[in-house]
């Protein structure tokens, strides 16, 4: 008998829609951006000030992101889209998020807004185009997702080039 169910239920996982994976979002100044869950080993909300955050012994390096990828340009609140999952607004409270790679090095991210949930199925992550490098330091985005009437475009984060690129 455990043979037969068995192989039911094979034949019934193929019938069974991708619910997706998990991704954390968070925005860094004009855009969103996600990580995988498992990339993600602390999230600190920040008040006036970034902690230093130690990690066996040593602090961590932390990093604005926002700064690296679009320059020093400042954004006015009213210039960044609005991201809304699952029906509520993804607040833009500050949080510093600190990542982990596959080889368990970490670094800390600063982010504009508190990191929300989020799943997204394999067939809904594209390529970057080309036309990004163009505008951005992208050598460690590797996709997106197409913007839709529900959802604006995130864009993914390779969590271990994004290290490398920080602590190499």
């Not at 505008?135 to 985005?141: A, G, R």
């Amino acid at each position: 008998m455990p043979d037969i169910s068995s192989l039911r239920s094979k034949r019934l996982s193929g019938l069974r829609p991708d619910t997706g994976k998990q991704y954390v979002v968070f925005r860094l100044r004009l855009g969103w951006f996600i990580l995988p869950i498992e990339a993600i080993y602390r999230v600190i909300p920040l008040e006036k000030h970034i902690p230093t955050v130690t990690f066996a012994g040593k602090p961590l390096p932390i990093v604005d992101l926002g700064k690296l990828l679009f320059g020093k340009n400042k954004t006015q609140l009213n210039q960044f889209p609005q991201l809304i999952i699952n029906g509520a607004l993804v607040a833009s409270k500050p949080s510093l998020i600190i990542v982990r790679g596959q080889t368990d090095k970490l670094v800390g991210v600063l982010s504009n807004s508190q990191p929300a949930l989020q799943r997204i199925a394999a067939d809904q992550l594209v390529s970057l185009p080309p036309t990004y490098s163009q505008h951005w330091k992208v050598d460690f985005i590797d996709s997106m997702t197409l913007p839709s009437e529900q959802r604006i475009s995130l864009f993914s984060i390779d969590r271990d080039r994004l290290i490398a690129k920080l602590l190499g």
